[in-house]
């Protein structure tokens, strides 16, 4: 059709007008690595119908859930950008699916009927089954925004799940709840209240996702402590890794034990800097560079090798002197770049290769010096529970401002910057994800000892923030977390910033503020109902909101 728009996409914040991108993704996603994703996605929910119905008489598959959880995630934001990739993953995806319709007929298991796209659809040629496939499939404006808000939940759980499952930690009950979530929003005949109820379902499980994650994480590498990280650099050769998947670190640091190499963390993986099992690697150097979006000018001065482990990488630019020196692995892809396959059944992977590269390498240049402090992870914060409590009591401590989430390239997103600086000198910033990079190299100080910024690690660790709410509610004796000093001002980008804020609706937190703008796909009736249940609202002016926040609440 004429009219019909090359591709169509809403799921981060920066889409093109605040309302979707229809040439090519903000991101840098061209029109047919969009089409490719849209049929992964639909022939995920075909996975997710049949593994939901063999789940009922006791046969889902564990592989076909594994499946689903890659799918998912290698089509959040940032992830994957090489199509060779991606049609690599619809034809496993649709074997994976053939092997369970076989399972189901074998057992006389009735499935509802299919489309023809399953049996014919050419992921060479995704964009010519769009309309059937994509987003707008779905003509109803609000049940198209339902979905795809279960649709966004549910690959930022998949993230979660799958870094659980690297560490060995999975959970029936989390797969059983994407998958039923994928199925529903396959159903031509689902209605608003349906869709609504099974939102919150999304959440319910996102919840359950990052308490396996923390479990995971803790349980491997002891709990986060307060940790000085050093910004500057070394004088040998280093490795950069970025993303989110601590087995992907470990491996990296235990291959490259008396190399002459050093290792350092970049945005979202600065967190593994806080576990007591990594303190013990000598050549685990600083955190180098910001979050995610300046990587295409800090990493031109690295000078060393990168290696992706998860969502959060950048087309480079034209001219840029690094791609030859950045490798992937796992879910993540990117034309002209090295990938590594991920190690299987807890094997590690072999980082080798990138490991002979980083030694040919100059030392990084050095972009700042100095030290952030971070390590404030549930078990952390509880145990200073009692100072803080006391300095609520005597009111040092007014306020804890939840200020979690993604950071973006946006200049809108300034405002959280000059909203930390704001604060009175009695609140103290909880943090998680990296939106810290707006704030954690502020001289804000602390309240007699405790920093007025307590960075809980990725964001994931968003579920420290709410293992802490529940402390301190037990501790102040209140009835719920709404009724603590504590408010929620947080950013969004990405499609894991959308299942941390379904989980805090799950558990019923009111007056959330989320910016800098309301996801496009919160149509107004959609918002109308976030409002009246949740009061949930975006953010206005610094002074403003200081102002609802900070002295009102």
Same mark, same amino acid.
Not at 151 to 167: E, F, P, S, V
Not at 354 to 380: D, N, S, W, Y
Not at 469 to 496: G, H, T
């Given at each position: 059709m004429e009219n019909q728009p090359k591709m169509f996409c809403y799921q981060c914040q920066e889409t093109a007008r605040g309302k979707g991108c229809i040439l090519q993704g903000v991101c840098g996603k061209h029109y047919e690595t969009s089409a490719k994703m849209d049929m992964l996605l639909y022939v995920v929910r075909g996975i997710s119908i049949v593994n939901r119905a063999l789940r009922d008489k006791g046969l889902a598959s564990r592989e076909a859930s594994h499946e689903v959880i890659d799918d998912l995630f290698t089509t959040i934001t940032n992830a994957n950008f090489d199509d060779s990739s991606l049609v690599g993953y619809i034809r496993r995806a649709l074997d994976v699916k053939y092997i369970l319709q076989a399972t189901a007929r074998d057992n006389d298991i009735d499935l509802p009927d299919l489309p023809e796209i399953f049996f014919t659809g050419d992921p060479?040629?995704?964009?010519?089954?769009?309309?059937?496939?994509?987003?707008?499939?779905?003509?109803?404006?609000?049940?198209?925004?339902?979905?795809?808000?279960?649709?966004?939940?549910?690959?930022?759980?998949?993230?979660?799940?799958?870094?659980?499952?690297?560490?060995?930690?999975?959970?029936e009950d989390v797969y059983a709840a994407i998958e039923n979530a994928m199925a529903e929003t396959a159903r031509t005949d689902v209605t608003v209240d349906e869709l609504l109820a099974l939102v919150l379902k999304v959440g319910e499980a996102g919840v359950s996702a990052m308490a396996l994650l923390d479990k995971a994480n803790t349980e491997s590498y002891g709990n986060p402590e307060i940790t000085k990280v050093d910004i500057g650099v070394r004088n040998r050769p280093g490795i950069l890794?970025?993303?989110?998947?601590?087995?992907?670190?470990?491996?990296?640091? !235990?291959?490259? *034990?008396?190399? &002459? #190499?050093?290792?350092? /963390?970049?945005?979202?993986?600065? @967190?593994?800097?806080?576990?007591?099992?990594?303190?013990?690697?000598?050549?685990?150097?600083?955190?180098?560079?910001?979050?995610?979006?300046?990587?295409?000018? !800090?990493?031109? *001065?690295?000078? &060393? #090798?990168?290696?992706? /482990?998860?969502?959060?990488?950048? @087309?480079?630019?034209?001219?840029?002197?690094?791609?030859?020196?950045?490798?992937?692995?796992?879910?993540?892809?990117?034309?002209?770049t090295h990938h590594i396959e991920p190690g299987r059944n807890g094997e590690p992977t072999d980082f080798s290769e990138l490991i002979a590269h980083a030694r040919k390498c100059m030392p990084p240049t050095e972009i700042e010096h100095g030290e952030i402090v971070g390590?404030?992870?549930?078990?952390?914060?509880?145990?200073?529970?009692?100072?803080?409590?006391?300095?609520?009591?005597?009111?040092?401590?007014?306020?804890?401002?939840?200020?979690?989430?993604?950071?973006?390239?946006?200049?809108?997103?300034?405002?959280?910057?000059?909203?930390?600086?704001?604060?009175?000198?009695?609140?103290?910033?909880?943090?998680?994800?990296?939106?810290?990079?707006?704030?954690?190299?502020?001289?804000?100080?602390?309240?007699?000892?405790v920093p007025r910024v307590l960075d809980a690690g990725q964001c994931n660790d968003s579920y420290s923030l709410v293992r802490i709410a529940l402390a301190l509610k037990d501790a102040l004796k209140v009835d719920s977390i709404n009724d603590l000093p504590l408010v929620f001002n947080i950013a969004w980008y990405e499609q894991k910033a959308v299942i941390v804020l379904l989980a805090l609706l799950s558990l019923g937190v009111q007056n959330i503020h989320t910016g800098p703008t309301l996801p496009a796909f919160f149509t107004p009736d959609i918002l109308k109902v976030l409002q009246d249940k949740f009061n949930i609202g975006t953010i206005s002016t610094v002074e403003n909101d200081i102002d609802t926040l900070i002295n009102k609440s």
């Amino acid at each position: 059709m004429e009219n019909q728009p090359k591709m169509f996409c809403y799921q981060c914040q920066e889409t093109a007008r605040g309302k979707g991108c229809i040439l090519q993704g903000v991101c840098g996603k061209h029109y047919e690595t969009s089409a490719k994703m849209d049929m992964l996605l639909y022939v995920v929910r075909g996975i997710s119908i049949v593994n939901r119905a063999l789940r009922d008489k006791g046969l889902a598959s564990r592989e076909a859930s594994h499946e689903v959880i890659d799918d998912l995630f290698t089509t959040i934001t940032n992830a994957n950008f090489d199509d060779s990739s991606l049609v690599g993953y619809i034809r496993r995806a649709l074997d994976v699916k053939y092997i369970l319709q076989a399972t189901a007929r074998d057992n006389d298991i009735d499935l509802p009927d299919l489309p023809e796209i399953f049996f014919t659809g050419d992921p060479d040629n995704a964009d010519k089954y769009e309309s059937l496939t994509g987003v707008l499939a779905e003509k109803d404006e609000d049940k198209r925004g339902l979905k795809q808000l279960a649709i966004y939940g549910c690959k930022g759980m998949a993230a979660y799940a799958r870094h659980a499952l690297n560490l060995g930690y999975e959970s029936e009950d989390v797969y059983a709840a994407i998958e039923n979530a994928m199925a529903e929003t396959a159903r031509t005949d689902v209605t608003v209240d349906e869709l609504l109820a099974l939102v919150l379902k999304v959440g319910e499980a996102g919840v359950s996702a990052m308490a396996l994650l923390d479990k995971a994480n803790t349980e491997s590498y002891g709990n986060p402590e307060i940790t000085k990280v050093d910004i500057g650099v070394r004088n040998r050769p280093g490795i950069l890794i970025s993303g989110h998947d601590l087995k992907d670190l470990e491996d990296l640091l !235990e291959q490259t *034990k008396d190399k &002459g #190499v050093d290792v350092y /963390t970049h945005s979202e993986m600065l @967190p593994g800097q806080y576990y007591p099992a990594f303190k013990k690697y000598p050549h685990f150097a600083g955190n180098y560079g910001n979050a995610w979006w300046k990587q295409t000018d !800090e990493f031109e *001065k690295f000078n &060393g #090798v990168f290696l992706f /482990t998860s969502n959060c990488i950048v @087309p480079p630019r034209r001219n840029c002197t690094y791609l030859d020196r950045v490798y992937t692995t796992g879910v993540v892809g990117m034309p002209g770049t090295h990938h590594i396959e991920p190690g299987r059944n807890g094997e590690p992977t072999d980082f080798s290769e990138l490991i002979a590269h980083a030694r040919k390498c100059m030392p990084p240049t050095e972009i700042e010096h100095g030290e952030i402090v971070g390590g404030f992870a549930h078990h952390q914060v509880i145990e200073l529970a009692p100072k803080i409590i006391d300095l609520i009591n005597r009111g040092k401590i007014r306020k804890f401002v939840v200020m979690a989430g993604c950071d973006g390239r946006f200049p809108s997103r300034d405002y959280y910057t000059k909203f930390a600086e704001a604060l009175p000198e009695d609140c103290v910033i909880l943090t998680a994800g990296c939106a810290k990079y707006r704030y954690n190299k502020l001289s804000l100080g602390d309240i007699e000892g405790v920093p007025r910024v307590l960075d809980a690690g990725q964001c994931n660790d968003s579920y420290s923030l709410v293992r802490i709410a529940l402390a301190l509610k037990d501790a102040l004796k209140v009835d719920s977390i709404n009724d603590l000093p504590l408010v929620f001002n947080i950013a969004w980008y990405e499609q894991k910033a959308v299942i941390v804020l379904l989980a805090l609706l799950s558990l019923g937190v009111q007056n959330i503020h989320t910016g800098p703008t309301l996801p496009a796909f919160f149509t107004p009736d959609i918002l109308k109902v976030l409002q009246d249940k949740f009061n949930i609202g975006t953010i206005s002016t610094v002074e403003n909101d200081i102002d609802t926040l900070i002295n009102k609440s």
